[in-house]
């Protein structure tokens, strides 16, 4: 999955600290590995069923043109579910509100 935002003008450290505490807030455990121009974000939380669910969020580019791609593993419905509307979905509600702008 994959979700492009150009001519924003985002502040792409904000944004990622944002999904970051986003992660973190819904129980996963997050490694950050990257810099400002390009970001893995590595999310690991134990699923109902002990399996590890992983999320690998990639922020890549500029501020006007900043791409969030989104792989996961043994992630089952509601996970993807959370995924696209509370992350996805409330990153770009900021984006378009002007939230990261710098």
């Known amino acids: 999955m994959e979700k492009a935002f150009t001519d924003k003008n985002i502040n792409i450290g904000k944004l990622?600290?944002?999904?970051?505490?986003s992660l973190k807030e819904d129980g996963w455990e997050v490694e950050n590995n990257g810099n400002t121009n390009d970001t893995l974000l590595k999310?690991?939380?134990?699923?109902?069923?002990?399996?590890?669910?992983?999320?690998l969020i990639r922020v890549r580019g500029e501020p006007n043109n900043v791409i969030i791609s989104i792989d996961e593993e043994n992630i089952g419905t509601l996970g993807r579910a959370?995924?696209?509307?509370?992350?996805?979905?409330?990153?770009?509600?900021?984006?378009?509100?002007?939230f990261y702008s710098q």
């Open 43 to 55: 999310g690991i939380k134990k699923s109902h069923f002990h399996k590890e669910e992983v999320i």
């Open 16 to 21: 990622i600290e944002d999904l970051t505490n």
């Open 82 to 98: 959370w995924i696209n509307l509370k992350l996805l979905g409330e990153i770009e509600r900021k984006v378009n509100d002007g």
